[in-house]
T-cell receptor, first 115, second 117 residues
Framework: AQSVAQPEDQVNVAEGNPLTVKCTYS??????LFWYVQYPNRGLQFLLK??????LVKGSYGFEAEFNKSQTSFHLKKPSALVSDSALYFC?????????????FGKGTRLSVIA | GAVVSQHPSWVICKSGTSVKIECRSL??????MFWYRQFPKQSLMLMAT?????????EQGVEKDKFLINHASLTLSTLTVTSAHPEDSSFYIC?????????????FGSGTQLSVL
């Protein structure tokens, strides 16, 4: 069975500081990993994905995520947070061999960037 | 980017009534739509997958007679919560994907908060 854990309900960071939003996963086989962001009153938007290749993936709005196979993690990072980054972030996973099955999402982590 | 419109954004209804939620793809043809449900501080839970012109595929534990899904056109899917009860109160989100689209081409509606009194 596939699962995703986002251990933090809320992450607070000061503007200009680096941010990390944590995600760990469990799948059979190699994972396909995704991050989505939800701004207030908007639908989820795709940020970035890891399928294969370089463990460090760069995405939209300056975000990046690092795939760590030994720790089964895919933490989202940004070197310098902006107030406008405040939103709800979802990590999602699908197994390489799961065919066209839908993504499994984490519960979301609310990021608050304080000016 | 592609837009998915979900309506209404929130609804309050009496127990025993039915509520319909609409999900529209505004600038692309959505061959597949997904309906999710989210309880506070919990994961998005997939309820069902619908392909245009065919019956929806429901996830285990989701009552198909209670949560009616219709995907009659390539731009519209509806979820009807029939005979709603307070335990159906939740946040419902739809997503849509066009033909040949991968997970990065999965576009989400803004969600509907349903409160059943």
């Amino acid at each position: 069975a596939q699962s995703v854990a986002q251990p933090e309900d809320q992450v607070n960071v000061a503007e200009g500081n680096p941010l990390t939003v944590k995600c760990t996963y469990s799948v059979s086989g190699n994972p396909y990993l995704f991050w989505y962001v939800q701004y207030p009153n908007r639908g989820l938007q795709f940020l970035l994905k890891y399928i294969t290749g370089d463990n460090l993936v760069k995405g939209s709005y300056g975000f990046e995520a690092e795939f760590n196979k030994s720790q089964t993690s895919f933490h989202l990072k940004k070197p310098s947070a902006l107030v406008s980054d405040s939103a709800l972030y979802f990590c999602a996973v699908r197994g390489e061999n799961s065919g066209n099955t839908p993504l499994v999402f984490g519960k979301g982590t609310r990021l608050s960037v304080i000016a | 980017g592609a837009v998915v419109s979900q309506h209404p954004s929130w609804v309050i209804c009496k127990s025993g009534t039915s509520v319909k939620i609409e999900c529209r793809s505004l600038d692309f043809q959505a061959t597949t739509m997904f309906w999710y449900r989210q309880f506070p501080k919990q994961s998005l839970m997939l309820m069902a997958t619908s392909n245009e012109g065919s019956k929806a595929t429901y996830e285990q534990g989701v009552e198909k007679d209670k949560f009616l899904i219709n995907h009659a056109s390539l731009t519209l899917s509806t979820l009807t919560v029939t005979s709603a009860h307070p335990e159906d109160s939740s946040f419902y989100i739809c997503s849509a994907r066009g033909a040949g689209g991968g997970d990065e081409k999965l576009f989400f509606g803004s969600g509907t908060q349903l409160s059943v009194l």
